[in-house]
């Protein structure tokens, strides 16, 4: 059971998922320098674990862990396209986190469960969106 | 004071438990009833016959996450045969525990949640003879 790996398959499921106008450079992690300058539209990807259990009292028992992965979408405010383009990446990031679909990392499987998003918000220049998709992983 | 998580049942030959794996919520009952004599001669009074006690019988209700498990799939197949489990309740509290050769094992019933894990539900209950072991302090 571990944290980083469920991370790093969410992360790679990201990148593996083909995202209109956003390219790699255009994704911000968790405690990592990003400059959006001359950016019209980037990603944030934020692991957000939430609770964890158990399967069994004996010693070694395997662990479940449940949590959010969240992906912001920011674009630019005010734009000519308004949130068009803002939602066709939500459209995109949740065909790539279909629900039932797994992500698999060091041999560690994460499965995707539901996802939600949420309505948009001004935050500084940008207008923001949060896709917030619920995971399950197992050991 | 110890852990609700010590307070288990194995199966196994006498001396050789193994613990199942994924154990999680589980209830001990011990049944047993006393039996009335009461008489005319009692006076109203209820009367109970002494150190006899009717119904004798310890069931130790279990939920397990649901994985495929040698000691788990005993108890599977125990239920499909109705074949009797050697095992033991142990409490963690003073050494008390509960041996029995024959634990009949009924009541199967797995939940399946959405999004969740698979847990399944049994009752094991003690026919025949069982050996108490008194906790001590």
């Known amino acids: 059971m571990s944290f980083l790996d469920t991370k790093q398959a969410l992360l790679t499921k990201l990148l593996a998922t083909t995202i209109t106008g956003i390219t790699a450079d255009d994704i911000s992690y968790e405690n990592g320098d990003f400059d959006p300058k001359g950016k019209d539209k980037f990603i944030a990807a934020y692991f957000i674990p939430a609770t964890s259990d158990t399967t069994g009292k004996q010693l070694g028992a395997m662990q479940t862990h449940r949590g959010i992965f969240q992906v912001s979408v920011f674009v630019k405010l005010n734009s000519n396209a308004y949130d068009n383009d803002q939602l066709q990446i939500v459209d995109d990031i949740l065909t790539g986190f279909q629900y039932n679909s797994t992500a698999v990392y060091n041999a560690q499987t994460t499965n995707i469960l539901e996802s939600s998003v949420n309505s948009g918000s001004e935050n500084d220049a940008w207008f923001k969106r949060d896709v917030s998709i619920d995971y399950l992983t197992i050991i | ?137």
């Open chain 2, 1 to 137: 004071m110890a852990g609700s998580n010590d307070y288990i049942i194995k199966l196994g030959a006498s001396a050789a438990e193994a613990v199942i794996a994924g154990q999680l919520d589980g209830t001990m009952t011990q049944n047993g009833a006393p039996v009335d004599i009461t008489n005319k001669a009692d006076g109203g009074n209820v009367r109970y016959l002494h150190s006899f006690v009717a119904g004798k019988q310890i069931t130790f209700a279990g939920t397990f996450t649901l994985m495929s498990e040698t000691v788990q799939n005993t108890i599977k197949a125990a239920i499909e045969s109705g074949d009797p489990l050697a095992g033991i309740v142990e409490t963690g509290v003073g050494g008390e525990s509960w041996q029995c050769d024959t634990w009949i094992v009924t009541g199967r019933s797995d939940a399946a949640p959405v999004n969740g894990v698979t847990q399944m539900s049994v009752t094991f209950s003690t026919s025949g003879g069982y050996t108490p072991t008194a906790p001590t302090v």
